[in-house]
């Protein structure tokens, strides 16, 4: 099972509605979860369930899609959601597989 | 507080080998399937391996095969990975997940750095 994402680097001005994609090689119904990290930190679960806040996670992010595709949308980009996002199936282990990430930098 | 606390980490020569613990706490331990994700050095997130809440599944990523075992102790609230014949692709920072098919709760990770 492979999950591929993209872009690998988005440029962004705070303020924007960003998307990012993930797509997984079979289907996964909506196992599938969405984690932000910065540098330094653990990961942070944003979304499970495909579309699924995790708890505190503000009502800017939200996921979408089932099966192979998937995206993840954040409304209007503050500050501190730059970073690097990792998508991630639970469909069944072994194995689990992360994607590979897409950065948001600020433009 | 849930928390997830790694140990073990350090500085190991290429062959050699290591244990990591993770100590759980304020959470039933035993009611989890417990996992072991790993972060290389400006890399992303690798799944390393996985124990199910009574030790009866093990799952392990074809890298780590033959070489990682992972165990708990669910008296002790502990979850383990022995690493054996180290490599230098090994070199990585190991958490500790608590599974509910997502990763809610993570460790803060111990560091492994395999280097002669």
């Known amino acids: 099972m492979v999950m591929t994402q993209s872009p690998a680097t988005l440029s962004v001005s705070p303020g924007e509605r960003v998307t990012l994609s993930c797509r997984a090689s079979q289907s996964v119904s909506t196992n599938l979860a969405w984690y932000q990290q910065k540098p330094g930190q653990a990961p942070r679960l944003l979304v499970y369930g495909a579309s699924t806040r995790a708890p505190g996670i503000p009502a800017r992010f939200s996921g979408s899609g089932s099966g192979t595709e998937f995206t993840l949308t954040i409304s209007s980009l503050q500050s501190e959601d730059f970073a690097v996002y990792y998508c991630?199936?639970?469909?069944?282990?072994?194995?689990?597989?992360f994607g590979q990430g897409t950065r948001l930098e600020i433009k | 507080e849930v928390q997830l606390v790694e140990s073990g980490g350090g500085l190991v020569q290429p062959g050699r080998s290591l244990r990591l613990s993770c100590a759980a706490s304020e959470f039933n331990f035993d009611y989890y399937a417990m996992h072991w994700v790993r972060q290389a050095p400006g890399r992303g997130l690798e799944w390393v391996s996985g124990i199910s809440w009574n030790s009866g599944k093990l799952g392990y990523a074809d890298s780590v095969k033959g070489r990682f075992t992972i165990s708990r102790d669910n008296a002790k609230k502990s979850l383990y990975l022995q690493m054996n014949s180290l490599r230098a692709e090994d070199t990585a920072l190991y958490y500790c997940?608590?599974?509910?098919?997502?990763?809610?709760?993570w460790g803060q990770g111990t560091l492994v750095t395999v280097s002669s």
């Open positions: 997940v608590r599974d509910e098919g997502f990763y809610y709760v």
């Open positions: 991630q199936q639970y469909e069944s282990w072994p194995p689990v597989t």
